[in-house]
T-cell receptor, first 113, second 116 residues
């Protein structure tokens, strides 16, 4: 398996419910970022959490990071139909001479109105 | 605010043809990344450039090449196209200084390449 494995691969919920997506990674990271992608569109940056942080909030988003378990979770509260999209976690890791961003497989979220 | 500009947005080519994708990063961004995203797949890193020099290389086929020019725009050249090259190609940019502390990578809308 590759860096940035996410689960579930697909999630279908009702509007108003909370959605939780998880991401696991294998190597040490500098930071972890969550992105959103509407079908066929570019990725939009949602939130970044640094390796020395454990939790971060942004609006209806809450991200946690557990470096001991090499995992992160993205919680979207009070979901809306407009939240329907794919969500990717991306880890930034040290690479010889620079840094590399590695994307996971993504979770497809479908919020039913 | 200015974003990452990619062109063309859509491109249809036949097998064995050549295609060139262009990317114009956000002003003052010195790093450009190219990603390939096949249907239903996650973005795969191809190659990146920092200050016009290749800084990292991912799963870019030998048939592909890329460069960053003096004005920081980048071009991805794809030759001997195969059906499997059909994908959405993203360009992204960032400021390299402080990337470890979390400078965000900004993505363009992507270029759809269809090889028939």
């Amino acid at each position: 398996s590759q860096q940035g494995e996410e689960d579930p691969q697909a999630l279908s919920i009702q509007e108003g419910e909370n959605a939780t997506m998880n991401c696991s990674y294998k190597t040490s990271i500098n930071n972890l970022q969550w992105y959103r992608q509407n079908s066929g569109r570019g990725l939009v940056h949602l939130i970044l959490i640094r390796s020395n942080e454990r939790e971060k909030h942004s609006g209806r988003l809450r991200v946690t990071l557990d470096t001991s378990k090499k995992s992160s979770s993205l919680l979207i509260t009070a979901s809306r139909a407009a939240d329907t999209a794919s969500y990717f976690c991306a880890t930034v890791v040290d690479n010889t001479g620079g840094f590399k961003t590695i994307f996971g497989a993504g979770t497809r979220l479908f919020v039913k109105a | 605010a200015a974003g990452v500009i990619q062109s063309p947005r859509h491109l249809i080519k036949e097998k064995r043809e050549t295609a060139t994708l262009k990317c114009y990063p956000i002003p003052r961004h010195d790093t450009v990344y190219w990603y390939q995203q096949g249907p239903g797949q996650d973005p795969q890193f191809l190659i990146s450039f920092y200050e016009k020099m290749q800084s990292d290389k991912g799963s870019i086929p030998d048939r592909f090449s890329a460069q960053q020019f003096s004005d920081y725009h980048s071009e991805l050249n794809m030759s001997s196209l195969e059906l499997g090259d059909s994908a959405l190609y993203f360009c992204a940019s960032s400021q390299a200084v402080g990337i470890a502390s979390g400078n965000t990578i900004y993505f363009g809308e992507g270029s759809w390449l269809t090889v028939v």
